[in-house]
């Protein structure tokens, strides 16, 4: 089989940040897939799975609510290797125009402290695998440490 254009990028030389992972025509639309890099891979600690899904139940709930974005969003959901997510959006988009956009998801994500939405045996298939306060801790540390002052090296996949 063909090796997919995910597992081409250089995983030893990314660092968090937000990049387009790919784009998808379906139809006449363009799909754009972003790679919201939380941790530095092989590098840092991965997220535990119970921040993961505290993190995509928010973000969800958070990017579907959006006025702007919320006829565009197709899916929000964690990586397997717990590093990040991936966002799809409907539309031909460049990572600069997210950016506003996950400031002001992972702000939400930062300040939450009520119940998680959705995180209730009826909504959920492993309701209380949920970790609020971690994933506050990597909402404020993604905020601070890339998204308040991103640079062109943290929007666009490293070469090599
Ligand atoms: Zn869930």
Do not use: W
């Not at 992972?21 to 891979?41: A, E, H, N, W």
């Not at 006025?67 to 565009?72: I, M, S, V």
């Not at 956009?101 to 702000?107: G, K, N």
């Not at 998680?116 to 971690?134: F, H, I, S, T, W």
Request: glycine fraction near 6%; charged fraction near 25%; include cysteine.
């Amino acid at each position: 089989m063909e090796k997919i254009a995910s597992f081409k990028i250089n995983h030893l030389i990314l660092n968090p940040g937000i990049y387009v992972s790919r784009k998808d025509k379906v139809g006449d639309q363009v799909v754009t897939t972003f790679d919201i890099r939380i941790t530095k891979p092989n590098f840092e600690p991965v997220m535990n799975t119970a921040e993961v899904h505290t993190i995509e139940h928010l973000g969800a709930t958070f990017l579907r609510n959006d006025e702007k974005f919320r006829d565009k969003v197709v899916y929000f959901g964690p990586m397997g290797c717990r590093t990040g997510f991936y966002l799809i959006l409907a539309g031909d988009y460049e990572s600069k125009d997210i950016v506003e956009l996950m400031i002001s998801m992972f702000e939400f994500v930062r300040h939450y402290q009520d119940p998680v939405p959705g995180a209730n045996p009826r909504e959920c298939g492993n309701y209380q695998d949920m970790n609020l306060a971690m994933a506050n801790y990597y909402a404020e540390k993604f905020l601070t440490e890339v998204l308040y002052n991103i640079t062109e090296d943290r929007l666009v996949y490293p070469e090599g």
